[in-house]
C-alpha cells in the first residue's frame, strides 16, 4: 500500500490504495516513517535522494484514515490509537527531513490527510480539491494537527478550520496559506509537483539542508516537539470515550 519510486535524485512515496481513496491504515503511516527517516538517515542508496515526493494513485491524494479498519476494534480502539499515533510520527518526521518534502495532492486531502500537508515543505493542490479536518463530527480531536496547522496558516486560521468541520477547496487553502501552488485541474498537480521536487532536487544539497533546518530553528522546533506530543495526548484522550465510541460505531449502522 505503500510504493517507493526513485527517479533520479527524487524519490517519491506513493500512496498505492486508489481503491479506498488511499485511506490511511497503521501500516501505510509506518511505511512512510520509514521511507522518509531512510532519506534523513542518507545510507546507501538512500544518501542519492535529494528531493521527496510524497503523492497518492488515483483521483484523490488521500481520504484520511481507513475507519473500516476500526470497526471491531472494541472500547479499547487499538487501530485508531495506533492511527493517531501514526501520523503524528509521519508529520514530525517529514519537518525533521533534511531534504525538501513536496506533495501532490489532488482530488482531497480530507482529515488524517490533510494532516499530513502540515509535515511540507511545499504542498501544490488543484483549485476545486477538498480540504478540512471533520473528525470533530466522531467526537475526536483534530488537535495532533494543530501544531502544525498553526505553524503553516496562523493561529486565527487553524482555529477555525479545526472547529469548523465543513471541508474547503484548494482555492481557500491557498489563500490561508496551507497550499503553496495552484493549479487549475486535478490532472496538472502531478506534473506541477514533480518539476517542483525535481527543481528543489538539483540545488545545492547543503545550501537546501542549512535553509530547512534553519527555518525550523526560526519557527522554534524544538518547542513545536513539546506541542506536538502534547496535542496527540489529547487527541488520544478522547479515542476510547464513551462520546467518540458512539459516534464512531454509528459509523457503520
Known sequence: MIRIEDDGTVRSIVFDRPD???????????????????????????AAVRAILL???GKSFCAGFDLD???????????????????SS?????????????????GAAVAGGCALLGGAD??????????????????ISPAVSAPFLIDGVGAGNARRRLLDSELFDGAA????????ELVETRDEVLPAAADAARTMASRSVHGMKTTKAWAL??????????????????????????EARERLAAVWK
Open 20 to 46: 479506498k481513496r488511499n485511506a490511511l491504515t497503521p501500516a501505510m503511516l509506518d511505511g512512510l516513517v520509514a521511507a522518509v527517516r531512510a532519506v534523513t538517515v542518507g545510507k546507501g542508496d538512500d
Open 55 to 57: 503523492r497518492g494513485e
Open 69 to 87: 479498519l476500526c470497526k471491531d476494534d472494541g472500547p479499547e480502539q487499538p487501530t485508531m490509537l495506533a492511527l493517531l499515533s501514526g501520523l
Open 90 to 106: 509521519a508529520v514530525e518526521a517529514m519537518r525533521a527531513c533534511p531534504r525538501p518534502v513536496v506533495i501532490a495532492c489532488q
Open 122 to 139: 511545499y504542498v501544490i493542490a488543484d483549485r476545486g480539491a477538498k480540504l478540512g479536518y471533520p473528525v470533530v463530527r466522531l467526537g
Open 173 to 180: 487553502g491557498s489563500r490561508m496559506g496551507l497550499v503553496h
Open 217 to 242: 530553528v526560526c519557527g522554534g522546533e524544538k518547542k513545536m516537539a513539546g506541542r506536538a506530543a502534547r496535542a496527540l495526548d489529547t487527541s488520544l484522550s478522547l479515542v476510547t470515550g464513551d
